[in-house]
């Protein structure tokens, strides 16, 4: 059974004081799998996630999410539906409550200690950590409130920006851990971009390894390793 598409960039090119930075973007990206972006710094991998929320807009081409087109939507609506994971978890001052709280305050909602708890149990902390401070959360405890955080909203896609790059080894593993769980458990899309090739390979279904602004090679783990573009065997090379 083939899998189905949650969004599909069509031509997509954008540019900016003259200069092209992304050239001629067409790929599909399925539902409830893990499509991770690698490349050489530069290669423009951060502004073709910032799309996906709106932050930036396409210069040109077509970017439909979920059957509808990007401009078409809300851009509350958009932000409920994609969400976005940063390598820096920003956390209002507060509890780790008032964190958890935070996309249901924006919406004059409040959150219960219950479900509160339960967003806990989806990230692994204890009960334990509601009325915690988030001050005193290390980098992997604050990356996981924020991963519960951004579960608030029952999004359909997750963007990942580097989510793991500012945290220790041990903490990186629970994070991908963590993402692989939320995958499966949540069957929510996972858009990320690394420059850390072994957690690509060891959590992606499908890698697009992007060079110059342009998509070079798209595949399974399997097919990138076994990649035919030289630019890309020589990336992968480099990394490994």
């Not at 499509?35 to 073709?48: Q, R």
């Not at 969400?83 to 919406?107: C, E, F, R, W, Y």
């Not at 955080?149 to 851990?177: F, G, W």
């Not at 939320?182 to 279904?205: G, P, Q, R």
């Amino acid at each position: 059974m083939e899998d189905s598409i949650m969004i599909q960039l069509k031509d997509i090119n954008y540019e900016i004081d003259g200069q092209t930075i992304l050239k001629h973007i067409s790929a599909d990206i399925y539902k409830g799998k893990i499509t991770t972006i690698i490349g050489p710094s530069g290669a423009g991998k951060s502004t073709l996630l910032s799309f996906f929320n709106a932050l930036k807009s396409p210069t040109s081409g077509q970017l439909i999410i979920d059957g509808k087109n990007l401009e078409s939507y809300d851009f509350i609506e958009l932000r409920r539906k994609v969400q976005l994971v940063s390598q820096v978890a920003t956390m209002i001052n507060g509890t780790v409550k008032d964190n958890l709280a935070l996309p249901l305050t924006l919406q004059n909602k409040t959150m219960t200690d219950d479900e509160a708890t339960q967003f806990l149990k989806h990230v692994d902390l204890p009960e334990t950590f509601l009325n915690k401070n988030t001050k005193e959360l290390s980098g992997g405890e604050k990356q996981k409130v924020s991963l519960a955080r951004s579960l608030v909203n029952k999004p359909k896609v997750m963007l990942l920006d580097e989510v793991t790059s500012a945290l220790d080894k041990n903490s990186k593993q629970a994070i991908e851990d963590l993402l692989k769980k939320i995958n499966k458990e949540h069957e929510v899309t996972m858009l990320n971009i690394t420059h850390d090739i072994n957690l690509a390979f060891d959590m992606s279904d499908y890698i697009w390894v992007m060079i110059d602004g342009q998509i070079a090679e798209i595949g399974t783990v399997d097919e990138i390793q076994d990649a035919k573009n030289d630019n890309v065997r020589k990336f992968i090379g480099e990394k490994i």
